[in-house]
């Protein structure tokens, strides 16, 4: 059974600082996403990635995957207060019955200026 | 636009009521699933469907039900034997497009027991 651990589960930065939050998952997938949730909203896509090494950047967020350690990364460059928010990785899971997502518990990030 | 429309935002259940959550899509996707969020935890799937008239139990399905009738449509219903359901409900769908799933989300139901 797929499982994805998250951790911090929580992150208070102050505002310039760099941080790292890590994502593991425990059996083979092809896919991993990264969202971010402001409160009471939806989930804002923020990073997919498809193969072994794949790095992607989007302003001060990159975000990383090493299929073979199942680990996936995503760096925080230079916080600012904006970049609060939780944010969560998800794997793609597969069964005869087709395709899911399994998310981690999240990360809640508070940049403090 | 297409998207994903869910409703109501806002929900409130006496103690041993049903109530349905509605969920639409115009994005022609094949796949749609329902996850439940509480406070500090991630989302937890309840159950998905990959087709018409067919679909899965997730991993906290006791209490749920759903119908998929349509393609555009995917309803969710709490029943009373859902003992906790206080909680903030997503959509979503999926479809392969050749390089991903292009899961989409909706924009929420959260359900209040009074």
């Known amino acids: 059974e797929l499982k994805v651990e998250q951790n911090p589960l929580f992150l208070s930065m102050q505002e310039g600082k760099n941080y790292t939050i890590y994502c593991n998952y425990s059996t083979t997938s092809d896919r991993l996403y990264w969202y971010r949730q402001d409160p009471g909203k939806s989930l804002e896509s923020l990073f997919v990635?498809?193969?072994?090494?794949a790095v992607k950047q989007e302003g001060r967020l990159m975000a990383s995957l090493d299929t073979k350690a199942r680990l996936s990364t995503l760096h925080i460059t230079a916080a600012v207060h904006d970049l609060s928010a939780t944010y969560f990785c998800a794997v793609v899971g597969y069964s005869e019955y087709g395709n899911k997502l399994v998310f981690g518990a999240g990360t809640i990030l508070r940049v403090k200026s | 636009d297409g998207g994903i429309t869910q409703s109501p935002k806002y929900l409130f259940r006496k103690e041993g009521q049903n109530v349905t959550l509605s969920c639409e899509q115009n994005?022609?996707?094949?796949?749609m699933y329902w996850y439940r969020q509480d406070p500090g935890q991630g989302l937890r799937l309840i159950y998905y469907s990959q087709i018409v008239n067919d679909f899965q139990k997730g991993d906290i399905a006791e209490g749920y039900s759903v119908s998929r009738e349509k393609k555009e449509s995917f309803p969710l219903t709490v029943t009373s034997a859902q003992k906790n359901p206080t909680a903030f409900y997503l959509c979503?769908?999926?479809?392969?497009?050749?390089?991903?799933?292009?899961?989409?989300f909706g924009s929420g139901t959260r359900l209040t027991v009074v």
């Open positions: 994005l022609n996707h094949d796949a």
């Open positions: 979503a769908s999926s479809t392969w497009t050749g390089l991903d799933y292009g899961y989409t």
């Open positions: 990635l498809l193969s072994n090494g």
